[in-house]
């Protein structure tokens, strides 16, 4: 059953008590970033701060986090069984990534309660917090949808971009041309035009699962599939932008494409777990309307994951992130993929086949590599035989060691591809997103699968590969079954 926005899903979660409403005064300066991620790291429940310094009589006052902090939070979202596992979860996304549902237009809604345009805009009067010690500032945009169009087709484009307030009526973003408004704004460049944006906070969670993710169809399309209904548009007041009527708040502004109107962003702590990018001048939203429903809730999540430490996005983006691969596979005519698993960090992604040739490792890797997924994922790469579970880290690290001879080419290097800016492991100048529109990584396959070079032996009963030594017989099998009890267990 759909979501009809972002207050139903409040009074869901508050129902099943996994809610919290934090009552007491809390900064938003670091506070309630450490306490989300004190929270999140330990899968604890949704969050509402209810009283922020500063903002008690603010146009905004709440702010709600934690939305999909657990994979129980999320398949309820997604209308299944709280006990639906990650191995279930991705071939259900697949599919319903396969099935996009057609948004809606509407004349009003909710979001339009309240109009503010022209100097009345403070972006300061939102509960924005400063997330974490190093941050360059408060980042209103962490689990926004940033709407755009492409100017020569129309078609919108709904993504997760990060965004700090640089003053009240500006707000600097970090804008890659490889990602989806990135491919917008070149055009509007080349045209020598500013680009109209939307920034949509306190939407359905289905369009923040949606937009975070790298879909071939629209995001509103690719939300209506995951929620089981249409969304329903609104028309911006500003441009022809299409934006969810019942979001709690939009950012309308533009985008300039002269390096006059950058201002400073960065760094962010980023989802590798480590900060990223520098203090650097940034293309800029320049914000000309609010529209926002009456007493509205700011929406923003933590981002980064280390070690022990987490954020609601990695509850559902590893599965998420792994349906798109898939899905992508199969358009791409790769054969017999039988399972695909990104984990918490998006840079090492598995997939399982059953192999029918060989460089059919290879295949998967060009698909991959080849496609609009690749820019924040699959920099390595396993792919392993239909006999090694990719959810399970023993057989992985199995397939690792005995099927893999990098002297018989098992790995292979891939250098001076597009990749991520916001990977430590590369020098900081070839992340330059500005200068580059993106990073740049050098890629690793590694072929976990049985080597065809490898020649069928007598002794191993014609196969290339000795018979497993740690099973047993079907007779002892059914010895020890009929006799374990015997034996006193």
């Not at 207050?7 to 996994?18: M, P």
């Not at 939305?67 to 299944?80: A, D, I, N, P």
């Not at 990098?406 to 997103?433: H, K, N, Q, Y």
Request: proline share 6%; charged share 25%.
């Amino acid at each position: 059953m759909a979501v009809k926005d972002l207050r139903e899903w409040i009074d869901i979660l508050e129902e099943k008590r996994d809610l919290k409403r934090i009552k007491a005064e809390v900064d938003w300066d670091e506070e309630i970033g450490a306490i989300t991620r004190e929270v999140s790291s330990a899968y604890g429940p949704a969050l509402l701060f209810e009283t922020i310094k500063d903002h008690r009589n603010t146009l905004c006052r709440r702010l709600f986090t934690n939305l999909t902090g657990s994979r129980e939070r999320v398949c309820g979202l997604l209308g299944l069984s709280e006990g639906t596992s990650y191995r279930e979860l991705v071939p259900i996304l697949k599919e319903r990534f396969s099935h996009p549902v057609k948004p809606i237009q509407v004349k009003s809604g909710p979001v339009k309660e309240n109009i503010v345009k022209g100097d009345a805009v403070d972006l300061y009067q939102l509960p924005v917090p400063k997330w974490n010690p190093l941050d360059g500032g408060r980042y209103i945009m962490t689990s926004a949808s940033t709407v755009t169009t492409d100017p020569e087709t129309g078609r919108h484009n709904a993504g997760t971009y990060r965004g700090m307030i640089s003053s009240k009526k500006t707000i600097s973003v970090l804008l890659a041309t490889t990602q989806g408004w990135g491919e917008h704004f070149t055009k509007y460049r080349k045209r020598g035009e500013e680009m109209p944006v939307a920034v949509v906070l306190g939407q359905d969670p289905t369009l923040f699962i949606a937009a975070s993710t790298p879909v071939s169809h629209s995001e509103y399309e690719m939300a209506g599939s995951l929620r089981g209904a249409p969304v329903e548009l609104v028309k911006c007041e500003t441009s022809d932008l299409l934006v969810p009527a019942n979001a709690e708040i939009v950012i309308e502004g533009k985008i300039s494409p002269d390096p006059k109107s950058f201002e400073a962003e960065g760094p962010f702590s980023e989802y590798p777990g480590y900060y990223g990018g520098r203090k650097s001048p940034k293309h800029t939203i320049r914000v000309e309307c609010l529209t926002y429903r009456n007493d509205p809730i700011f929406t923003g999540c933590l981002t980064g994951a280390s070690p022990g430490r987490t954020n609601e996005c990695t509850m559902w983006t590893p599965a998420a992130y792994s349906a798109v691969a898939w899905h992508y596979l199969e358009r791409a005519g790769v054969a017999n993929v039988l399972a695909v698993w990104r984990g918490k960090w998006p840079e090492v992604m598995r997939v399982q086949i059953r192999k029918t040739h060989r460089g059919h490792a290879q295949q998967v890797a060009n698909a991959l590599w080849g496609s609009h997924i690749a820019n924040y994922t699959a920099k390595h790469l396993i792919v392993v035989d239909e006999d090694i579970d990719i959810f399970d880290g023993e057989a992985i690290e199995w397939a690792l060691a005995y099927r893999v001879n990098a002297g018989m080419g098992d790995i292979a290097f891939f250098p001076g591809t597009s990749g991520s800016m916001l990977d430590p492991s590369v020098p900081i100048e070839e992340r330059d997103s500005v200068k580059y529109g993106h990073g740049r990584w050098t890629r690793v396959l590694v072929d976990a699968t049985i080597n065809w070079e490898l020649e069928p032996q007598e002794q191993y009963g014609g196969h290339r590969y000795p018979p497993l030594g740690t099973s047993i017989s079907p007779k002892m099998e059914e010895t020890l079954k009929r006799r374990w009890k015997e034996y006193g267990f």
